[in-house]
């Protein structure tokens, strides 16, 4: 199945690199945003990050930009995945080792039966701010401010801890390197997944962009083209809460020359999408802008295709990715935050139904996972049930499937990708 033809009709859309700055988010309503509660310190962190070398570079960037522009076209398929949240757990060459594991075991079941290049992304080095959908969250008896990732406070269970700290934007951008350098040292010694220059990583990184306050200082402006480029990570995403298209989340990445991912939930009509589309892809170009379906098993058959033609008759020549875990979240007699194995299989069927009813190319997958044997999400084989789910929980936020679940999944979407 092949994209159909995309015209390229002219520009409708504000940002261009001329006239766009990467403070500019800031006389916008940027959602999910920490309250700092030391605004000098937080002026001084700014100013430190700033200065720091950039994690990932230019030619890295335009490099998966064109890798995404053959799965615009057809000619490749995205599997991102990683934890819901990483920790500042100190990065080990192991761990990081079975992180790049996963995702390329993943991406070769499903080449074997794509034919096609796989590109891993993973949600590593960076993917350290959550989204929350309340300001509170309860623990055990405590009402405490919500756990907003390690880049804003700490999770015990102590309202001291929950205050947003500052130093923590310094400790991640450094956790962050230390990470890519792994990610580095992995290729040089075998495991890539593409020939790479010297030095690339083993696989892609990428991160929801949440935190403008620490985003802003790691744009730097290449100065052999001129273009701006987030150095924070190859592929920045913008999440399911803060994708108002005049927003501060939307105008921030409209400015740089990343690709750009979008979470497209229940809520993201075709008005809403082509604003958003209008704003980030306004020169219609193929590995801009990776759309990312997260819309419930029960939903995504109805919702999606009207997205799908819509985006294409605009001539948006996007990737689209199916998230099938954000949409089907619920709590477990347990008190749990789980997801079915079943379900997220559902919700993988009716994405590639739904893109392909809409003559779209199915372009990827995104997942939260592990290698680690977890017990955080049911179902799969050997099968966790929701009895198991204390056992080992071990996840900073969302359940991750396992490795075993994972390998599942992976057997499914082959099975899709090969059925076209
Ligand atoms: C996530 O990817 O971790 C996330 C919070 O997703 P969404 O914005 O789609 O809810
Ligand atoms: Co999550």
Not at 288 to 310: D, Q, T, Y
Not at 328 to 347: A, I, Q
Not at 402 to 410: C, I, R
Request: glycine share 8%; with cysteine; proline share 10%.
């Amino acid at each position: 199945m092949h994209a159909p033809p995309l015209p390229a009709p002219p520009s409708a859309a504000p940002a261009r690199p001329a006239d766009w700055l990467p403070s500019d988010w800031r006389l916008r309503a940027a959602a999910q945003q920490p309250e700092w509660p030391d605004a000098a310190l937080l002026r001084r962190v700014r100013a430190r990050l700033a200065g720091t070398a950039p994690l990932v570079s230019p030619a890295e960037v335009q490099e998966l930009r064109q890798a995404l522009a053959r799965a615009a076209h057809a000619e490749a398929f995205v599997v991102q995945l990683g934890d819901c949240a990483e920790t500042f757990e100190t990065p080990e060459f192991a761990g990081t080792a079975a992180r790049v594991d996963l995702l390329h075991a993943t991406a070769r079941t499903i080449g074997a039966a794509l034919h096609r290049p796989v590109l891993p992304i993973g949600r590593i080095a960076g993917q350290y701010a959550k989204p929350r959908s309340s300001p509170t969250e309860r623990v055990g008896d405590l009402l405490l401010p919500s756990f907003r990732g390690h880049l804003v406070n700490d999770p015990a269970p102590d309202p001291a801890a929950r205050v947003p700290d500052a130093m923590r934007l310094l400790r991640g951008h450094a956790h962050a390197r230390e990470v890519l350098a792994l990610l580095r040292e992995l290729a040089d010694s075998g495991m890539a997944m593409r020939d790479a220059p010297a030095g690339a990583p083993a696989v892609w990184t990428s991160h929801e962009a949440l935190l403008l306050d620490y985003e802003e200082p790691l744009v730097r402006r290449d100065p052999l083209t001129g273009s701006w480029y987030l150095t924070s990570t190859h592929l920045p995403w913008i999440g399911a809460r803060t994708c108002e298209p005049d927003g501060a989340h939307v105008r921030f990445l409209a400015g740089v020359a990343n690709p750009v991912g979008v979470k497209v939930g229940p809520d993201t009509g075709p008005e809403h999408l082509a604003e958003l589309c209008a704003r980030l892809d306004p020169d219609h170009q193929p590995g801009r802008l990776v759309l990312i379906s997260r819309m419930g098993a029960a939903k995504v058959r109805e919702l999606l295709p009207p997205l799908v033609e819509k985006v294409a008759a605009l001539g948006h020549p996007v990737v689209w990715v199916c998230d099938p875990v954000h949409g089907n979240t619920y709590t477990s007699g347990t008190g749990h935050k789980t997801r079915h194995v079943d379900v997220l299989g559902e919700e993988l069927t009716g994405f590639f139904a739904a893109v392909r009813a809409a003559r779209g190319w199915p372009g990827g997958i995104h997942l939260e996972a592990t290698a680690a044997d977890v017990t955080e999400c049911v179902g799969g084989s050997p099968e966790v049930r929701e009895g198991d789910l204390p056992l080992r929980y071990e996840t900073a936020c969302d359940p991750r499937l396992n490795g075993a679940q994972t390998a599942q999944l992976a057997e499914l979407v082959a099975r899709l990708c090969a059925a076209q």
